[in-house]
């Protein structure tokens, strides 16, 4: 089974700075997909980025950035020039890529870091 | 609709009563995820329906859990002699293209309070 650990349960941020949220992953499997979601006190979760592991390119989406390191299962969110409104908990997902394998149609979540960012 | 749908926002009950918890996916989206999030962890997978079928209820953690999709669309969670272990916040999700690896539109949840 696959397991996603976040090691930061907290990180604060100053408006403005840059942050690096850390996840590490444990699996077998050569080919899956890994993203970062964003949990508003809403209680939705947002997708913010999204990585397949074949590509080697590290995703960027506007001012979120991966750094994917697949051999050392690394998979950690870089948020740049930060603002208010991305305070929130954001949670490191796996999923693997087996198309047969109904398993492989979850994500599997880690604990979650929550984002404070000062004004 | 326009988003995942979950009703109700909130529900408090007593230990040991029946609840049922409402999912109302998008249009068209053939797989539904029900996940519980304990406070302050992550979401946890309980169970995956492909149209009107559970696929995949390993999740699930006893048998007081149960869900359904009569119809393939709309979902509901039962959860018979309520603990108050069960006190968390339960997330649904539904996707349109079986296989693809995105799409996932997750609803704003249920919480769940057992007093």
């Known amino acids: 089974a696959q397991t996603v650990t976040q090691s930061q349960p907290e990180m604060s941020v100053q408006e403005a700075e840059t942050v690096t949220l850390s996840c590490t992953y444990d699996?077998?499997?050569?080919?899956?997909?890994l993203f970062w979601y964003k949990q508003p006190p809403s209680r939705q979760m947002i997708l913010v980025i999204r990585?397949?592991?074949?590509?080697?390119q590290n995703a960027t989406e506007n001012r979120f950035s991966v750094n994917f390191q697949k051999a050392a299962k690394s998979f950690s969110l870089k948020i740049s020039d930060s603002q208010l409104g991305d305070a929130a908990m954001y949670f490191c997902?796996?999923?693997?890529?087996?198309?047969?394998?109904?398993?492989?149609?979850?994500?599997?979540f880690g604990g979650g870091t929550r984002l404070m960012v000062k004004p | 609709g326009a988003g995942v749908s979950q009703t109700p926002s909130n529900k408090v009950t007593e230990k040991g009563k029946y609840v049922e918890l409402r999912c109302d996916p998008i249009?068209?989206?053939?797989?539904l995820y029900w996940y519980r999030q304990s406070l302050g962890q992550g979401p946890e997978f309980l169970i995956y329906?492909?149209?009107?079928?559970?696929?995949?209820d390993s999740g699930l953690p006893n048998d007081r859990f149960f869900a359904v999709r009569p119809e393939g669309s709309v979902s509901t969670l039962k959860i018979q002699r309520t603990e108050r272990g069960d006190s968390a916040v339960y997330l649904c999700?539904?996707?349109?293209?079986?296989?693809?690896?995105?799409?996932?539109?997750f609803g704003s949840g249920t919480r769940l309070t057992v007093v």
């Open positions: 999700a539904s996707r349109y293209l079986r296989g693809s690896a995105y799409g996932y539109t």
């Open positions: 699996t077998s499997e050569s080919d899956y997909y």
């Open positions: 990585q397949e592991a074949y590509k080697q």
């Open positions: 997902a796996y999923r693997s890529a087996e198309l047969n394998n109904n398993a492989g149609n979850m994500l599997t």
């Open positions: 249009s068209g989206h053939t797989a």
């Open positions: 329906f492909q149209g009107t079928g559970a696929a995949d």
